[in-house]
């Protein structure tokens, strides 16, 4: 009767992962009542209670464990009519070892081209004792269908999808539909034969590559170009997919990758012509005002065509930094894909391509925090691909010495994101995991990883001997064949015929080599003419120092209306509720609107104008000190409101989030958003300012010298919280002289507002300007809540952004002055309470509320009015060897009138920034300010 069961299982619902809810239903069916269930089913579930107990050491399947888990303490009389156990334990013992493969084929694939894996070797795809003969039939195949097959059939066929030039790694992905998938297109493969065309393509890009590598070696010798020798899979990789992208309607791919084989790309991909490339190495004429940066770092677009898709390309602009590219590639295509929702362009769809190496990939942080990133509301790009060029050195450090995974990959198991590692001296294979990448990724809508395991033909760069520290690893790379000869190999064994083409491809692309012109085909389409014509508007104007930002005065009030209402039916907490009633009380009077009201009224009335805005950082939706509220929350029912969002129309829109907790990739991000569209207002806030410098590269290689490096513009602002309230040495300073430091040529803007007005004009000014630069704010704390840091609406409807503010107090006369203070921030306000409890009407306070560019101009003129006081000090709170003083004296010394002279007034040089200590701190404090003034002061016990 065993032979009646297997038919009978055969032609039922096979005992696989696809059919396990239906049997699990059976199966609780017939531990409560036989009856319930069909005899047939008797024998097999009798005679699985009888075996499963006796069968704990095997991996379980879901199926399995359910099984086993319901069966506790039940007897069952196994009918003479069943199949045996032996049977059952086989059967179970082959299905064990399908499973296996599912989960650790990925060991046993030849994806090392310097070491080749034999077939004894493959010890995963070989069953274990235990299983069929391997000529004995099996019920089901190795998808678990129904279908006869011997065990030897099963493992051919798993051989040949899980044992070959590609390791799949899937089994870690969470979701069951996207293990079937994964599961279903990695098994097709099998079956999937590239034609001669397809071999020719993948040949012509190869050779194209090498060629044109080996010419740049040859002209340039002894130069810089971090060739890709060894590694040229990764052009194919990349052109593949795009292509296959296109076909999901992806018409803009914003490529990320370090010096590494970037040239390649340049000419391979982006479609550069030779003779263009030539000129970087030639150092041609960059004009004046520019630093320029070497040819490896440089960035290109154009648009392309695959077959009738049109495909914007952009290869972003990066310094050697590895990695930190990522997440401002990531937040340019988050700009795209923004832009594409609101209608704001014609492109349908964009993506993201970040190359990486092997050493890079686990040993920078920056890389996981982009990880992080990538399903969070705020950061979301409908998944990355990731392809690694694997050439298992950095620099000259092995794997071993750079991680402690077994792959480069592991990373990427923190977001459960498939794995496919492939041999990279097979052009075929690296194609086919691609185009299978790129459909998870258009399908599912997250990140998949491309791992080219390759080899780096020779050192770091060009003058590098590599074999110094690693000499048996070069002795095998150098008796290697090329990748080009392999698949050249491969090409003319399968099809003969193809030498001719062969022989013609290489004569095309070495002609074209040695004319300078491109090696593939581009266009200039409206595409890449949209980019064009969008930044147009913002080149070529001088920075001004004034501009208009006036606003209707009752158009301001109606605004201010409409972003103070929330839904009627909202209960909210008690604070935001005393918020909002005050902000309806500065309303109504116009008057004492203060920091938090006077920047949610810069935000809408940028809106109404048609500017979009987006203010990410952590704790920015409330604000760290809750002074923004921007979004409130129903207590009832935990419901959230953006009231700014009533003010979106077609094309301008607001985000505001809370940003992961991370620095480096999370003003990367921003970054790369500002530096995509110049129409947004795009904020990275931090908490304090002091943890900024945890985005120090950023900052360094990307904010401040883009444009003297790249020529890209950027309106990324920074809001840094700074000021000395003894919060101790970690929650007082933004380090204010290290921007200072960066400073040069109107690379950015670096103020110190100190009332409502000013912070609403500043950032009103940063839109409404005619160009784009950074502006780093350093924003204030108490000031937040200050009750002299107040302004009306008629200052924020006719007034300006003033980047010196003199004397206010109308009190004090000139021909009475006997020093001038020079300030900036909120000890402006420190100085002038003191000066009032002291009743001192001969010292006067000039606010510096723009440090950089240095508003010469306007603090001359300031100082002129006071010209008959020769005595004019610079008062901060910061260290001397901190803050402004150090960077800015020269600056400020030549804005002197007459006879003055400047001195230094503050707390004295400290490698700290500030003290831990409050009674320390108030006592610095108020040694300085009597200084100052000139007021006699005693310290306390």
Not at 126 to 134: F, L, Q
Request: aromatic fraction near 8%.
């Amino acid at each position: 009767m065993q032979s009646d069961i297997m038919a009978m299982l055969t032609e039922s619902l096979p005992f696989s992962s696809n059919n396990e809810d239906f049997i699990t239903q059976l199966y609780e069916a017939f531990l409560e009542d036989e009856s319930q269930v069909d005899p047939s089913w008797y024998p097999l579930f009798r005679a699985m209670e009888e075996t499963l107990a006796d069968y704990s050491s095997l991996p379980m399947t879901t199926l399995e464990a359910e099984l086993r888990s319901r069966q506790i303490n039940r007897q069952a009389t196994v009918s003479s009519q069943s199949i045996s156990s032996d049977q059952l334990q086989k059967y179970l013992a082959v299905q064990a070892y399908i499973n296996t493969v599912y989960q650790d084929g990925h060991l046993d694939a030849n994806i090392n081209p310097l070491i080749p894996k034999p077939n004894e070797a493959k010890t995963v795809l070989s069953p274990p004792v235990g299983c069929h003969d391997e000529h004995q039939l099996h019920p089901f195949d190795w998808q678990g269908q129904p279908c006869m097959m011997t065990l030897a059939e099963i493992q051919s066929r798993l051989n040949q999808a899980y044992g070959g030039m590609i390791g799949f790694e899937w089994s870690h992905v969470d979701s069951e539909e996207e293990r079937k998938w994964l599961q279903h297109n990695i098994e097709r493969l099998v079956d999937v034969q590239e034609d001669d065309n397809e071999r020719l393509a993948i040949f012509r890009e190869v050779y194209a590559t090498e060629a044109s590598d080996d010419y740049l070696g040859i002209r340039y010798v002894g130069q810089k170009r971090f060739s890709l020798k060894g590694a040229e899979s990764l052009v194919p990789a990349i052109n593949m997919a795009i292509r296959q992208a296109s076909t999901y309607d992806c018409d803009e791919v914003v490529i990320g990758m370090a010096h590494r084989g970037r040239l390649s790309v340049m000419l391979n991909v982006c479609g550069m012509p030779i003779n263009e490339l030539c000129q970087e190495f030639d150092n041609a004429d960059i004009g004046h005002g520019r630093s320029g940066d070497v040819k490896y770092h440089m960035g290109y677009s154009r648009d392309r065509m695959f077959g009738d898709n049109c495909v914007h390309v952009s290869l972003c602009f990066n310094p050697s930094h590895l990695e930190f590219i990522c997440p401002v590639a990531m937040g340019s295509v988050r700009a795209r894909l923004d832009a594409q929702e609101k209608g704001q362009t014609n492109f349908k769809n964009s993506m993201a391509i970040l190359v990486h190496g092997d050493a890079s990939f686990m040993g920078q942080g920056v890389v996981s925090e982009c990880l992080n990133m990538s399903y969070t509301d705020a950061y979301n790009i409908k998944g990355s691909v990731h392809i690694v060029v694997n050439n298992q050195v950095g620099f000259t450090a092995k794997p071993t010495e750079s991680r402690s995974t077994r792959y480069a990959t592991d990373v990427t198991k923190m977001i459960a994101a498939p794995v496919f590692h492939v041999n990279g001296d097979d052009p075929i294979a690296v194609v086919k995991a691609t185009k299978l990448a790129i459909d998870y990724r258009c399908r599912f809508n997250k990140d998949v990883v491309i791992d080219i395991v390759c080899y780096r033909r020779f050192g770091h760069n060009e003058t590098d001997d590599p074999s110094i520290t690693d000499p048996m690893f070069y002795k095998e790379i150098k008796q290697h064949p090329t990748v080009k000869e392999l698949l050249e190999r491969n090409i003319t064994h399968q099809s003969p015929s193809a030498r001719q083409a062969i022989s013609q491809i290489k004569q095309e692309i070495d002609k074209n080599i040695k004319s300078g012109s491109g090696l593939i085909d581009v266009m200039l389409t409206d595409k890449i003419m949209h980019y064009r014509n969008m930044w147009k508007a913002f080149t070529g104007s001088p920075y001004a120092f004034r501009v208009d930002t006036t606003f209707s005065r009752q158009r301001l009030i109606n605004l201010a209306e409409t972003i103070n209402q929330v839904p009627n039916d909202y209960q909210l907490n008690r604070t935001v509720k005393v918020l909002l009633d005050q902000r309806d009380k500065m309303i109504e009077t116009t008057t004492d609107v203060n920091w938090g009201m006077a920047e949610m009224l810069a935000y809408a009335s940028l809106l109404v104008q048609g500017f979009g805005v987006r203010l990410v950082g952590q704790d920015t939706q409330r604000g760290t000190f809750s002074h923004r509220h921007a979004v409130v929350y129903d207590i009832k029912t935990g419901e959230s409101c953006l009231p700014l969002k009533q003010l979106e129309s077609r094309g301008v829109h607001v985000d505001i989030y809370n940003s992961v907790l991370s620095e480096q990739a999370a003003l990367g991000f921003e970054y790369g958003y500002a530096n995509t569209d110049p129409y947004t207002l795009v904020i990275w806030e931090a908490q304090f300012g002091d943890f900024s410098n945890g985005a120090q590269v950023i900052i360094d290689q990307f904010i401040s010298s883009a444009w003297q490096k790249w020529m890209r513009l950027s309106g990324i602002v920074l809001m840094l919280p700074h000021g000395y309230e003894g919060q101790g040495p970690e929650h007082s300073s933004a380090r204010l002289e290290r921007y200072l430091q960066l400073c040069a040529q109107n690379n950015m803007q670096v103020c110190m507002p100190t009332t409502p007005a000013q912070i609403y004009h500043l950032i009103r000014k940063q839109m409404l300007q005619k160009t784009r630069i950074p502006l780093v704010i350093m924003s204030p704390k108490s000031l937040l809540r200050h009750p002299k840091a107040v302004s009306d609406f008629e200052t924020l409807a006719t007034g300006e952004f003033s980047a010196v503010i003199n004397e206010t107090n109308p009190s004090i006369l000139a021909s009475r002055v006997k020093r001038v203070i020079l300030t900036s921030g909120k000890v402006f306000y420190d100085l002038a309470k003191l000066r009032d409890e002291y009743k001192i009407n001969d010292i006067v306070i000039i606010r510096l509320e723009q440090l950089f560019p240095t508003p010469t101009d306007q603090l001359k003129d300031a100082l002129a009015y006071w010209h008959v006081v020769s005595d004019v000090v610079w008062c901060q709170e910061e260290p001397q060897n901190q803050g402004s003083w150090y960077v800015k004296r020269k600056s400020l010394e030549e804005c002197l009138q007459g006879d003055q002279t400047l001195t230094y007034v503050g707390r004295p040089k400290s490698a700290s920034p500030a003290t831990g200590y409050l009674k320390k701190h108030k006592q610095e404090t108020q040694v300085f300010l009597h200084k100052a003034l000139m007021i006699e002061y005693t310290l306390e016990d």
